[in-house]
């Protein structure tokens, strides 16, 4: 016990003189007894020489790093005010659909991108799955807080057609997804855009085009587990569920909440379970429609509000709407930091993405979700 203790106190007044600037190194005792040690042979030549605890392993390389630095130029002169602001205003004023961040940290096509990036406040599609963006609408597994795997949150399908992917057209960013997909045997492409608001309302866009020579007119169906009951007028339903804690790291499952789940769209009607638009896109022409659904709570109100808000918006004024609201929290609530290093720059920015997907604010009563914290997303 006396040689572990002399041992600590060593190696402690080492590191002691280590941190505050001092001359001493590491002990004797730290270097490896033989050239390799048992068990570190796998180190050689990446972590140490074999011959002791100490390798230079050099500065990492970057790859792609001309792409990064386009990317991360703000595109506004500095100011100690509030470059993020600066450089929001002047995306607003370009259009407000093409923003810094998701320039920054959007990925294009199908390779390291299956994890959706858009999430509400405790709404999110959890987990990396092409489900996410293979099917129309948010399909993969939904989460609201807890073990509570909801599954699809709605889907947007064409009955009788089968609806591929364009997986190269694929773009996912931190406010809002889109791709392309071809509508079966119908000659018609579909471009979609998705988003999920702060307060939990999941948005999706699409704008069917047909190049072909004649109109072509099929359905459009929107539908959700989760939402199977006739809601208010003709073209909504509505669900209950309730969902639990999973406190304890799941050992203890209560419930702690009711979540309604909602789901409209213009020009739909309710049939039976599902929402239906009979739609016919012209010639060389195009159609646009939205599909809105959200998940809402008695703590939070404010989702309710939000969905008849999206619902009656126009597609693409929905889309605007949304991405800007995103992209104009961010702006506030994030500081701009510019280092030399544009991978460590990017890096950065990745950084305070992540802590924002991997926040839940449920404000649900209790114990388990009553403030907002952070979650492995």
Known sequence: MSRRRVRRGTVWVALTALVVGGAVGLPSSAQAASPIIPGNEGDVGVYTDGLNHVMDIGDPTYSNTGD??????????????????????????????????????????????????????SLYMRGASNNNFTTMGFAGSAYVGGPNNLGNLYTVTVPGQTVSEVNANRFNAPSHAKSRYNIGTTGVTADLT??????????????????????????????SPLATQAGQGTAELTGTRTITSGSNNGLVDTAWDTIRTSLTGGGFTRTGTNLDREVTVPAGGSLSLSVVGAVSSATLPKTVEAYNSYAALSPAEAVRTGITAFNRQWAQDVPYIDVPDPALEKAIVYRWWGERYNSLDANASGYAYQYPTTIEG
């Open 68 to 121: 990064v630095v386009n990317q991360l130029k703000p595109g506004v002169p500095f100011t100690a005010s509030s470059m993020q602001q600066s450089i929001f205003e002047k995306d607003l004023a370009a259009g407000g659909t093409d923003y810094y961040l998701d320039r920054v940290l959007g990925v294009q096509g199908a390779i390291g991108s299956a994890v959706l990036m858009t999430r509400g406040r």
């Open 194 to 223: 998705k988003f999920m608001t702060y307060d939990n309302v999941a948005v999706t866009a699409i704008t069917f085009n047909n190049p072909g020579e004649a109109a072509a007119t099929f359905t459009v169906r929107a539908a």
